[in-house]
């Protein structure tokens, strides 16, 4: 059988300066510790863990809602993620996506044709479904509504993309597609339709009819949990700089270590400390 191993990490939430206060009382994303954060997590991957495949699900910054100081923080991030050794792949998140006239700012900067793609490795599927940029809609909200969607021209093209495909399918999407009411929740339990993608029945439809598909990754909503729902595996990691512990201090620090073996997929979590 053929074996892979993933690291996947999420919601990195680089700033150089503290962001806009977000209305608690303590920092809830210690964006002060990304960089130490994000290099403590790269020496493992490279040195110790040495996995075959990268993968970031997006909210590499902590956006300004200023588009020329987030394409700084955008460039400055992305070249600290070029350290990465192994094969390593990322989407972009809303706070990414949040000042950008369209996503094609960040594909740029990532150096990608499309941030909707597959690659076949080592006997694996792996698609990345892009979010769409609806510049008609505000961007309250860290941005997410102007970006909660996968495009109808993205979610044909998966189709078609699927009906070809004869590998084990990995998907991986910034935002939540499995239903949660994301009770407990500091960020989304007032507001859970913020946490899950928008067009999420959708995309469902589609991922159901697939045979071979593993699994789906997702990160968004600081916090780490596996939803079985319809017989699909949904993963989703937390943020790497969510204050954990509600102390203003404790970054989170997860990340997913995964295993892949033939058809058997093994998620361990795992968490960096500085």
Same mark, same amino acid.
Not at 57 to 80: A, R, S, Y
């Given at each position: 059988?053929?074996?892979?191993?993933?690291?996947?990490?999420?919601?990195?939430?680089?700033?150089?300066?503290?962001?806009?206060?977000?209305?608690?009382?303590?920092?809830?994303?210690?964006?002060?510790?990304?960089?130490?954060?994000?290099?403590?997590?790269?020496?493992?991957?490279?040195?110790?863990?040495?996995?075959?495949?990268?993968?970031?699900?997006?909210?590499?910054?902590?956006?300004?809602?200023?588009?020329?100081?987030?394409?700084?923080?955008?460039?400055?991030?992305?070249?600290?993620?070029?350290?990465?050794?192994?094969?390593?792949?990322?989407?972009?998140?809303?706070?990414?996506?949040?000042?950008?006239?369209?996503?094609?700012?960040?594909?740029?900067?990532?150096?990608?044709?499309?941030?909707?793609?597959?690659?076949?490795?080592?006997?694996?599927?792996?698609?990345?479904?892009?979010?769409?940029?609806?510049?008609?809609?505000?961007?309250?909200?860290? #941005? $997410?509504?102007?970006?909660?969607?996968?495009?109808?021209? @993205? &979610? %044909?093209?998966?189709?078609? !993309?699927?009906?070809?495909?004869?590998?084990?399918?990995?998907?991986?999407?910034?935002?939540?597609?499995?239903?949660?009411?994301?009770?407990?929740?500091?960020?989304?339990?007032?507001?859970?339709?913020?946490?899950?993608?928008?067009?999420?029945?959708?995309?469902?439809?589609?991922?159901?009819?697939?045979?071979?598909?593993?699994?789906?990754?997702?990160?968004?909503?600081?916090?780490?949990?596996?939803?079985?729902?319809?017989?699909?595996?949904?993963?989703?990691?937390?943020?790497?700089?969510?204050?954990?512990?509600?102390? #203003? $201090?404790?970054?989170?620090?997860?990340?997913?270590?995964? @295993? &892949? %073996?033939?058809?058997?997929? !093994?998620?361990?979590?795992?968490?960096?400390?500085?």
């Amino acid at each position: 059988m053929k074996k892979c191993k993933l690291i996947i990490f999420s919601d990195i939430h680089y700033a150089p300066e503290k962001p806009v206060n977000n209305g608690s009382i303590i920092d809830r994303k210690l964006t002060h510790q990304a960089i130490p954060l994000l290099e403590q997590l790269i020496q493992k991957i490279n040195n110790e863990i040495k996995p075959d495949i990268v993968i970031n699900l997006g909210d590499l910054v902590e956006d300004f809602n200023d588009h020329d100081k987030d394409i700084i923080n955008l460039n400055f991030i992305w070249e600290l993620l070029n350290d990465i050794e192994p094969t390593f792949y990322s989407l972009a998140g809303n706070h990414d996506l949040r000042s950008m006239n369209s996503r094609r700012e960040v594909e740029q900067i990532m150096g990608y044709e499309h941030s909707t793609f597959s690659v076949d490795l080592l006997g694996y599927h792996f698609v990345f479904l892009g979010l769409d940029v609806n510049t008609k809609i505000g961007v309250q909200g860290g #941005g $997410i509504l102007k970006t909660q969607f996968v495009s109808n021209e @993205d &979610l %044909e093209w998966l189709k078609k !993309d699927l009906e070809k495909n004869k590998l084990p399918v990995l998907v991986f999407n910034h935002f939540g597609i499995a239903e949660d009411n994301m009770e407990g929740n500091w960020w989304f339990e007032r507001v859970p339709e913020h946490a899950i993608l928008g067009n999420r029945k959708e995309l469902k439809e589609i991922l159901k009819k697939e045979k071979n598909l593993i699994a789906v990754f997702s990160g968004h909503q600081h916090w780490t949990k596996k939803i079985v729902e319809d017989g699909i595996n949904y993963y989703v990691v937390g943020s790497l700089t969510e204050n954990i512990n509600d102390d #203003g $201090i404790t970054p989170d620090g997860v990340y997913f270590e995964v @295993d &892949l %073996e033939g058809e058997s997929i !093994d998620v361990k979590e795992r968490h960096v400390e500085i």
